[in-house]
């Protein structure tokens, strides 16, 4: 069936570092793609997605390639701040499905 | 502003009892779902609907019932049968799925409701 695979949290960094949250997926169909925050205590917010191959979704300085040769959706962002702490999920969707299918979530932490 | 709202924020229940989470949108969706969060772990799925008055079982529906009375409004019944019912509850929305649109549109979240057994 189709699947997330995101990598494992948490990832702590210090604040300006360069972020990358590796994300793969496995989907019969075509899906689309998407990242989720979660800030503490809150819901989850779309923070940026991509519906076809080579699609860049962008956001609040993040950034994700949808890459259907390696199919994959990496997270990244060239400097975080302490603000970005949350957790990050991938998510992917596929038309006849009535659901989206998210992955785990990653933890990330960025030290001031 | 439309959005998706959960009531109340936090909820405290005793043992045995049953509790009813509200989850209410005014975005016209016809989707609702909801979801079980637990410390540290991802979403799981209890139910989901996509039209009135109908609705269907996720991966954890048991010990939970609700109800799509009307389009904007999809409760959440916690019930004694329940056996470890503490967990952050996420309500979510969506166009109805079975359209070519569905493609682009992702969930729209709610804000949560923390429940805890005492």
């Known amino acids: 069936g189709d699947s997330v695979t995101q990598m494992e949290g948490p990832v702590t960094l210090s604040e300006e570092a360069f972020l990358t949250i590796n994300c793969t997926y496995t989907?019969?169909?075509?899906?689309?793609l998407f990242w989720y925050v979660q800030y503490p205590g809150e819901g989850l917010q779309l923070l940026l997605k991509?519906?076809?191959?080579?699609d860049k979704g962008s956001n609040k300085g993040f950034e994700a390639t949808y890459r259907k040769e390696t199919t994959s959706f990496h997270l990244e962002k060239g400097s975080v701040q302490v603000s970005d702490s949350a957790v990050y999920f991938c998510?992917?969707?596929?038309?006849?499905?009535?659901?989206?299918?998210f992955g785990k979530g990653t933890r990330l932490h960025i030290l001031p | 502003d439309g959005g998706i709202t959960q009531s109340p924020k936090y909820l405290f229940r005793k043992e045995g009892q049953n509790v009813t989470l509200s989850c209410e949108q005014n975005?016209?969706?016809?989707?609702m779902y909801w979801y079980r969060q637990d410390p540290g772990q991802g979403l799981r799925l209890i139910y989901y609907?996509?039209?009135?008055?109908?609705?269907q079982k996720g991966d954890i529906a048991e010990g939970y019932s609700v109800s799509r009375e009307k389009k904007e409004s999809f409760p959440l019944t916690v019930t004694s049968a329940q056996k470890n019912p503490t967990a952050f509850y996420l309500c979510?929305?969506?166009?109805?799925?079975?359209?070519?649109?569905?493609?682009?549109?992702?969930?729209?979240f709610g804000s949560g409701t923390r429940l805890t057994v005492v």
């Open positions: 991509a519906t076809k191959a080579d």
């Open positions: 998510a992917l969707r596929v038309i006849g499905d009535d659901k989206i299918i």
């Open positions: 609907s996509q039209i009135v008055n109908d609705f």
């Open positions: 979510a929305s969506s166009i109805r799925p079975d359209t070519d649109r569905i493609i682009n549109y992702g969930y729209t």
């Open positions: 989907a019969t169909g075509y899906p689309s």
């Open positions: 975005l016209n969706h016809d989707a």
